[in-house]
């Protein structure tokens, strides 16, 4: 059984609003991070083009890749901290790669898109759990 099916309800309900918000005060001074490039825990990962700032509908749309590039969806809780125009997160960038594809950066997230962000983010947290 994995980590993720042997949590509670409440953990999960946690995890997924977690996910779709940005921790206190992780921005800053900042309104918008578009344009900014992405650290992940093991490096340079790409660069935001673009972002949703709503209160537990909040994600980032990270640009990967310099001949094929890829635009996956970042939940905002993996945001760690911001600054010099980059925001840093705690997800490798492996982790970063296996997250869900848009087709545009500014494409509608669609029921499935938003359910794969979430379950990225909760592997994540429940490995932070069992640590």
Not at 25 to 34: A, F, N, P, R, T
Not at 43 to 59: D, F, H, K, M
Not at 89 to 111: F, K, N, T, W, Y
Request: proline fraction near 5%; charge should be neutral.
């Amino acid at each position: 059984m994995s980590e993720c099916s042997r949590m509670s309800t409440g953990d999960r309900l946690r995890i997924v609003s977690e996910a779709q918000t940005f921790r206190p005060g992780v921005l800053g001074d900042y309104d918008s991070v578009k344009d900014f490039a992405i650290v992940g825990s093991d490096g340079p990962a790409g660069r935001i083009t673009w972002g949703s700032y709503v209160p537990g509908e909040s994600y980032l749309v990270v640009t990967t890749g310099r001949l094929r590039r890829k635009h996956r969806v970042l939940p905002a809780g993996a945001v760690v901290r911001v600054s010099d125009r980059s925001v840093f997160v705690g997800m490798s960038r492996a982790e970063i790669e296996r997250l869900p594809v848009l087709a545009h950066p500014e494409a509608a997230l669609g029921d499935e898109t938003v359910e794969q962000m979430i379950n990225a983010f909760e592997r994540e947290a429940s490995l932070s759990i069992k640590l």
